[in-house]
Antibody, heavy 111, light 112 residues
Framework: QVQLKESGPGLVQPSQTLSLTCTVS????????VHWVRQPPGKGLEWVGA???????DYNSALKSRLSISRDTSKSQVFLKMNSLQTEDTAIYFC?????WGQGVMVTVSS | DVVLTQTPPTLSATIGQSVSISCRSS???????????LNWLLQRPGQPPQLLIY???RLESGVPNRFSGSGSGTDFTLKISGVEAEDLGVYYC?????????FGAGTKLELK
């Protein structure tokens, strides 16, 4: 059974760095891509970025300069790091493979 | 970046009614490998998104066959043949042909 679970701090101060972890089970990171998608309160879904089965990455154009996605295949974990956070980054962050998604983690950027 | 324009933004339907959602792309989604990477997702309130359709018209496992997808190039359609109460939520098209991937703004399906 495929499962993905996001974890990370619920509250981040402005200008600080967000670190999220996506822990997967039931599928291999070397055979599947993992995407990050976010949803600001009351708004639509926004694709953040992805790490492909071979380890390469793609990022949202507007976030590219602040964003890094990496993985540890031995731990079945994918990591998202975004720096210089602003209030506009407040959102639910989901990780998934498009056919499977985690429940998401709410991240609030506030002092 | 590819822009996906979904219409209508809101759709009101009665149970049993058939409805369609349009997704138009700012550029062709036909990949050089011959595939068209256009997916449809449904997000019910308070839930993560759920994949309904991939590669334009292929039904994800477990999704009822009242959902169907069609289209090519830049114009795509999701059709629900006989809306049921569990279909309410926001529908998104998303393209994976061109990097970065992009989502449409969503279409909210509500009961009339």
């Amino acid at each position: 059974q495929v499962q993905l679970k996001e974890s990370g701090p619920g509250l981040v101060q402005p200008s600080q760095t967000l670190s999220l972890t996506c822990t997967v089970s039931g599928f291999s990171l070397t055979s599947n891509s993992v995407h990050w998608v976010r949803q600001p309160p009351g708004k639509g879904l926004e694709w953040v970025g992805a790490i492909w089965s071979g380890g390469s990455t793609d990022y949202n154009s507007a976030l590219k300069s602040r964003l890094s996605i990496s993985r540890d295949t031995s731990k079945s974990q994918v990591f998202l790091k975004m720096n210089s956070l602003q209030t506009e980054d407040t959102a639910i962050y989901f990780c998934g493979s498009f056919d499977y998604w985690g429940q998401g983690v709410m991240v609030t950027v506030s002092s | 970046d590819v822009v996906l324009t979904q219409t209508p933004p809101t759709l009101s339907a009665t149970i049993g009614q058939s409805v369609s959602i349009s997704c138009r792309s700012s550029q062709s989604l036909l990949h050089s490998n011959g595939n068209t990477y256009l997916n449809w997702l449904l997000q019910r309130p308070g839930q993560p998104p759920q994949l309904l359709i991939y590669l334009v018209s292929r039904l994800e496992s477990g999704v009822p066959n009242r959902f169907s997808g069609s289209g090519s190039g830049t114009d795509f359609t999701l059709k629900i043949s006989g809306v049921e109460a569990e279909d309410l939520g926001v529908y998104y098209c998303v393209q994976s042909t061109h990097a970065p991937h992009t989502f449409g703004a969503g279409t909210k399906l509500e009961l009339k």
